[in-house]
Structure formats: C-alpha cells, structure tokens
C-alpha cells in the first residue's frame, strides 16, 4: 500500500529533526568551545593594552597595525616588522622542513608495513602507536636527555673517542626541528598506510608489465593514488608544527622564538593582550590559507587524474 | 613535579565539587621549586588544615592567572616590584600582618619597606640578589661584571644562558651601561639595547631551569639569582656566583591573602605562622635564599650561615637598586628592546 504524501512528508521532517536534535550536543560545544573564545579573540585584538596586562574596554587598530610595522623604538620611524616577520619566517621554515622530513621518513615506513602480510601488519601499526601513550612534555624532555652536552649521544661519542668536546645540539634550530620530527611523525605515518592500505597493487604490477622503470611507477601509479593520504598527513603535521609552544620552549632554550612562544609573551611579560590576539589570528591565518593551497592543490591533481 | 600536578588537580577537583570545607584548608599560589616541605608539615600538624601548593614560573603568569578570578588560591607571593599593582588593582586582601603576634620578628629595614608602607597587606617570604654565575673550570678571569654576559670573554662564548626574567635583563644592562634603574632616557637605552642585540648571539639560551642545566654541564655561565647560585654550589664547588661591580637588585617575595580567599583565617595564621624565626629558617634551607626575619640565623643549616651568596656585603649593599615597578612608559620601552631581542 502507498502512504499519502503528507505521511512521508512528516516522516521526512521528524527526521530532519531527529538529526538536528541529535547533533544539537556537538554544536553547542562547538559554539560555547570554538566559536565564543574565538570572538572574543578578535574583540581583544581591537582594544588598547592595559599598564600591567589585561585590556582596557577603547577601540584601537594599534595592534593590529603593530603585527606588521613597527616603529622605531628611538626615532619613531615606521617600518616593516622585521622582528614579527622573522619569527614567522622561522616558524613556516621550520614547519615546512619538518612537514618534508616527516613525509621523506614515513612513506617509506607506511609502504614497508602497508605491504608486510596482512598478519604482522597490526604489530607494526601498534609499534608506532606507542609514543603516543606518553605526554608531548615527556617525550620532549626524553629528546633533551639524548642530546644535551651530557647526554647520550656526547658521552656515548666521548667514550669511543670520537670526539673531546660535546658537539652543541641541544638549543640549535636543528634540535626544534628533530623534536617536531619525533613527535610528529605518526601523525604523517598513519594516513599515509591508510591509504597505501587501499593501493591495489595489481596496478603496479600492471605497470611493470609493461616494462615501467620503479622510479616510473612510483611516480606515475604510486604517488597519484596515495596522494589524499599524503595531503592529509603533512596537514596533520604542518598545523601543529607551525604553532609549536612545547617544543621550541624546551629544546630551542627560548633564544629563538617561533610563533607559540611570540604570542605567549604579549600575553605574559610582553604585557600586551591585543597584540597577542592579534598575533593568534595571524596564525590561524596563516594556518586557513596553508590549508586551501593544500586544498585547491589536492583538488586540481585529482581532476587531471 | 608529578606529586605537584596531582596536588593541583585535585585542589581543582575538591575546588569544584565543593567538598572542601572552609575550615581544615589552605591554597597557596608559589613559584615552582620554592615551598620547603618541612614547613608546610610543621603548619599542617600544628594546625590540623590540609595544604595544597600550586606552581608557578613568572610574575607575570601569577598576575594574570589571579586577576582572572575564580583560581581557588588563598595565599601568593608576588615580588616587591609587582605588589604595589597587585595591591592597586585590589587583589589582595589588607590583613594588617605588620600588627601581628610575629611581627615584631621581621628585620627593621624589612618591617616597613616602600612597597608595602607599615605591612599592611604582605610577610617576607624569601629575598635575595640578581647575580652573575660562573663555572671557574671553563672561565677563570673575575667575574664580578655583567660583561661575562654582555662582552663575554671567548671561553664563555655560546655557553651563556640568560634567565628571561625581562626586567632583571633590561635592569642589568642598564647598570652595565652605568644607568639608573627603571631610566626611560633613550640615548641610554639605545646602547641597552645594541648591547643585548650584540651579545645575543654569544648565549646559548635564555631558560629559568638553572641549577640542573649548570651543574649538568649545558651552561657555563648565567644570570641567577642567589639562592639558586648556593644551591649550584653545593652541587659542584667549581660554580660561584657574583655580584657584579657595576651594580645589581635587591628583592624580595612576599606572602599576601587574595581578596577572594576561601580559607582567610587560615591564611592570616601562615602568614603569622612564617615570621617566626624557626619557620623562616625552614623557607630558606629549602630555598636558599635569605628572609628577612630576625633570629632566623640560629635556625639555618651550617652551609648557609657561611654562604657567600646569602651575605651581600656592606659597601655591595650600598650599590644595590631595591627592586621595584617601573612606570608604564620605561616598562613599554623595556617590553619593545625585549620583543627586538627575541626575534
């Protein structure tokens, strides 16, 4: 028998309200954890500094304007902020190799346990899971003990007489970049099997059937299929490494500042809380726009397949 | 640091779900590694009130978390130099303790201090110097000067760590400069800042955690304050501190009540509590650094009643700046050479 449409019609709409309520909890957290603070953000980032932190309640651009110029402390001349742009200079460097390393290392790593047998393959997934039963701080202070002067690597090279001095890598730019690595890097792994899991590798045999060199079907079968999974891995590293706090303020020795700990000090020592706000949307920014050159980049690549 | 964390979390838990009673329990807001154990043993047992300490690493950070209401803390310890605005923005609480059973105990020049006129709001809780220290096995020329970190010497070179405590490093350099504290005169603050600029890139880094990086060996050198130079000592006899010629601050932390305390009396009871000589001397065997309270000597361990680090000597004290807050047009300079440093 057909039911009239008004039947369907209301069954239709109880559904549409069913959906609306049951994703009501997941928009409210959203709205109260993510959207709020976020206004409240840019308010901020419009109001004057007060003396000893916090703001006071009057409209300003100042910070605003202080995120890309600056003037000079002694003869008021306006100029670039060099010491901003430095810092976000630094930052997208240090961000953008750590994302390149961590894609160089964990391709290789995805394509060995993508093609273990199927039995072993959980063993080494669960392998690299397991630094992420320990805290960030934790792993990161694990890193500090391996490669202070004192540490591991210098005694382990002293005592083979290798060397007679320790060889400075803790506080170095190198030693922020090996941090963001280790702690990085299964964020890049994981997507990465994920979709060298799906590779249907009859395709590359295909290939080689018809006489394709391996570097040729690499590039040519390979690399085209598991693209998603590497834009969504060097996404997952890209964002967190570009405001990196943890890292850079235990390994870096805070000499050199990166965007995380920029905005911490406006809003600590720096005593400025617009300009901090302002910095933070900066970032994020930054982050939105990183995201849709990965996007439209993505999305031109699939089309031409 | 882990029992610290638990600490805290569960002073947050017991905070919100309301299990705490207002008797039988005491909040206290301090830097991180400077609460002597003992103490807070001796005041729970003698009072019969529960404890909790709760970290932290600046100021700055301390200001801001209390501002912001809501923290649950009965008790903090801002320095001289941040008091008078935590006063002025009426965050702490006037309990009068310059009226109290104990002190009569706090030293003349201590009892009535410019920061706090007649004690009306804080306790000394620990003082000392901003100094300069040196590992004598890497460097053995003297090292009375702010030049071992602004113009160091070439075996120091790329093992010097500054303490990013911004006023003490702007204060320094412009004492190294031959300025005056808290001086906004931008021709002086001009080589102030080519100075840091300059020396930067002679430091390999700028962190608070001191005593383990220098006695392990990853600095050579570092700004400190004294207390924290004694215990290096102590760790390794070849570290010394120094104070540096061309001048160097005096401060102290001080014990206040916040306005918005839940455990008041318990509060006024500590404050009361740490003036006495025997329970100051427990502060600064734990800490190491110096009082303010009278008699507390007699209490103190032998290795610091000897300790070069703790005695300023009487024509040192006479170049001594008393730390104190500098007014908002030296302080936005300051902040803006700081921001130039760190890029």
Same mark, same amino acid.
Request: glycine share 8%; with cysteine.
């Given at each position: 028998?057909?039911?009239?449409?008004?039947?369907?019609?209301?069954?239709?709409?109880?559904?549409?309200?069913?959906?609306?309520?049951?994703?009501?909890?997941?928009?409210?957290?959203?709205?109260?954890?993510?959207?709020?603070?976020?206004?409240?953000?840019?308010?901020?980032?419009?109001?004057?500094?007060?003396?000893?932190?916090?703001?006071?309640?009057?409209?300003?651009?100042?910070?605003?304007?202080?995120?890309?110029?600056?003037?000079?402390?002694?003869?008021?001349?306006?100029?670039?902020?060099?010491?901003?742009?430095?810092?976000?200079?630094?930052?997208?460097?240090?961000?953008?190799?750590?994302?390149?390393?961590?894609?160089?290392?964990?391709?290789?790593?995805?394509?060995?346990?993508?093609?273990?047998?199927?039995?072993?393959?959980?063993?080494?997934?669960?392998?690299?899971?397991?630094?992420?039963?320990?805290?960030?701080?934790?792993?990161?202070?694990?890193?500090?003990?391996?490669?202070?002067?004192?540490?591991?690597?210098?005694?382990?090279?002293?005592?083979?007489?290798?060397?007679?001095?320790?060889?400075?890598?803790?506080?170095?730019?190198?030693?922020?970049?090996?941090?963001?690595?280790?702690?990085?890097?299964?964020?890049?792994?994981?997507?990465?099997?994920?979709?060298?899991?799906?590779?249907?590798?009859?395709?590359?045999?295909?290939?080689?059937?018809?006489?394709?060199?391996?570097?040729?079907?690499?590039?040519?079968?390979?690399?085209?299929?598991?693209?998603?999974?590497?834009?969504?891995?060097?996404?997952?590293?890209?964002?967190?490494?570009?405001?990196?706090?943890?890292?850079?303020?235990?390994?870096?020795?805070?000499?050199?500042?990166?965007?995380?700990?920029?905005?911490?000090l406006q809003f600590g020592q720096g005593r400025n809380w617009p300009l901090g706000a302002a910095l933070s949307i900066t970032l994020m920014a930054m982050?939105?726009?990183?995201?849709?050159?990965?996007?439209?980049?993505?999305?031109?690549?699939?089309?031409?397949? | 640091?882990?029992?610290?964390?638990?600490?805290?979390?569960?002073?947050?838990?017991?905070?919100?779900?309301?299990?705490?009673?207002?008797?039988?329990?005491?909040?206290?807001?301090?830097?991180?590694?400077?609460?002597?154990?003992?103490?807070?043993?001796?005041?729970?047992?003698?009072?019969?009130? +529960?404890?909790? %300490?709760?970290?932290?690493?600046?100021?700055?950070?301390?200001? *801001?978390?209390?501002?912001? /209401? @809501?923290?649950?803390f009965d008790i903090a310890m801002p320095s001289q130099n941040y008091l008078p605005i935590w006063i002025e923005e009426g965050l702490v609480l006037e309990?009068?303790?310059?009226?109290?059973?104990?002190?009569?105990?706090?030293?003349?020049?201590?009892?009535?201090?410019?920061?706090?006129?007649?004690?009306?709001?804080?306790?000394?809780?620990?003082?000392?110097?901003?100094?300069?220290?040196?590992?004598?096995?890497?460097?053995?020329?003297?090292?009375?000067?702010?030049?071992?970190?602004?113009?160091?010497?070439?075996?120091?070179?790329? +093992?010097?760590? %500054?303490?990013?405590?911004?006023?003490?490093?702007?204060?320094? *350099?412009?004492?190294?400069? /031959? @300025?005056?504290?808290?001086?906004?005169?931008?021709?002086?603050?001009?080589?102030?800042?080519?100075?840091?600029?300059?020396?930067?890139?002679?430091?390999?880094?700028?962190?608070?955690?001191?005593?383990?990086?220098?006695?392990?060996?990853?600095?050579?050198?570092?700004?400190?304050?004294?207390?924290?130079?004694?215990?290096?000592?102590?760790?390794?006899?070849?570290?010394?501190?120094?104070?540096?010629?061309?001048?160097?601050?005096?401060?102290?932390?001080?014990?206040?009540?916040?306005?918005?305390?839940?455990?008041?009396?318990?509060? +006024?009871?500590?404050?009361?509590?740490?003036?006495?000589?025997?329970?100051?001397?427990?502060?600064?065997?734990?800490?190491?650094?110096?009082?303010?309270?009278?008699?507390s000597e007699a209490f103190m361990p032998e290795d610091m009643k000897t300790a070069p680090e703790v005695m300023v000597p009487a024509d040192l004290l006479?170049?001594?700046?008393?730390?104190?807050?500098?007014?908002?047009?030296?302080?936005?300079?300051?902040?803006?050479?700081?921001?130039?440093?760190?890029?």
């Open positions: 028998m057909i039911r009239p449409d008004g039947a369907l019609e209301a069954a239709r709409r109880r559904d549409v309200r069913a959906r609306w309520l049951l994703s009501a909890p997941a928009l409210l957290i959203l709205a109260f954890a993510a959207i709020g603070p976020l206004l409240v953000v840019v308010l901020y980032s419009f109001l004057t500094p007060g003396p000893y932190g916090d703001v006071i309640w009057s409209f300003s651009t100042d910070a605003w304007v202080g995120v890309f110029l600056e003037r000079d402390i002694f003869d008021d001349t306006l100029s670039l902020a060099d010491a901003h742009m430095s810092i976000f200079v630094r930052s997208l460097t240090l961000a953008t190799a750590t994302t390149v390393l961590a894609l160089l290392i964990g391709f290789p790593t995805a394509y060995f346990i993508a093609t273990r047998p199927e039995r072993t393959r959980e063993l080494w997934l669960f392998l690299i899971t397991i630094p992420f039963w320990t805290n960030i701080l934790i792993r990161t202070f694990g890193m500090l003990e391996i490669i202070r002067n004192e540490g591991l690597i210098n005694t382990s090279l002293r005592t083979l007489g290798l060397i007679d001095r320790p060889i400075q890598m803790l506080f170095t730019d190198g030693a922020v970049m090996a941090g963001m690595l280790y702690v990085y890097l299964p964020l890049m792994v994981l997507p990465l099997y994920a979709s060298l899991e799906k590779l249907d590798f009859r395709l590359v045999e295909a290939g080689y059937d018809l006489y394709a060199t391996p570097f040729r079907v690499l590039t040519r079968i390979v690399l085209p299929l598991v693209k998603p999974g590497m834009i969504a891995g060097s996404i997952l590293v890209f964002i967190p490494a570009l405001g990196a706090y943890v890292t850079p303020r235990v390994l870096g020795g805070g000499k050199t500042m990166m965007l995380g700990t920029l905005i911490e982050v939105m726009v990183a995201l849709l050159v990965y996007v439209r980049y993505a999305g031109r690549e699939v089309r031409h397949g | 640091m882990r029992l610290k964390t638990t600490l805290a979390v569960a002073a947050m838990f017991l905070a919100t779900t309301g299990l705490a009673r207002a008797e039988g329990e005491l909040n206290i807001f301090n830097w991180g590694n400077y609460t002597s154990p003992e103490l807070i043993k001796k005041f729970e047992d003698t009072y019969k009130v +529960k404890v909790t %300490i709760t970290d932290y690493d600046s100021n700055d950070t301390a200001l *801001a978390k209390v501002r912001q /209401g @809501g923290h649950g309990t009068n303790p310059g009226q109290m059973e104990n002190a009569k105990n706090m030293l003349p020049e201590w009892a009535d201090p410019e920061f706090d006129p007649g004690r009306k709001y804080s306790v000394p809780w620990a003082l000392g110097t901003v100094g300069v220290v040196v590992n004598t096995d890497v460097y053995k020329g003297p090292i009375d000067t702010w030049a071992v970190v602004f113009d160091p010497p070439a075996e120091l070179q790329g +093992k010097i760590n %500054i303490v990013p405590e911004m006023n003490d490093v702007i204060h320094a *350099a412009i004492k190294f400069h /031959g @300025g005056e504290m808290c001086s906004a005169d931008k021709t002086l603050l001009k080589q102030v800042r080519d100075t840091l600029v300059a020396a930067k890139p002679l430091w390999v880094a700028m962190e608070y955690s001191t005593i383990e990086k220098m006695v392990g060996g990853d600095f050579a050198a570092t700004t400190d304050w004294n207390g924290s130079a004694l215990r290096q000592r102590l760790q390794n006899p070849k570290i010394q501190f120094a104070l540096p010629k061309e001048g160097f601050q005096l401060w102290s932390d001080n014990a206040v009540v916040l306005k918005d305390a839940k455990n008041v009396e318990n509060a +006024k009871l500590f404050l009361n509590f740490i003036m006495d000589p025997e329970n100051a001397a427990m502060i600064s065997a734990f800490s190491r650094y110096a009082n303010g309270i009278k008699g006479a170049t001594a700046d008393y730390s104190k807050t500098c007014p908002p047009e030296a302080q936005e300079l300051y902040t803006r050479i700081w921001t130039e440093l760190q890029k």
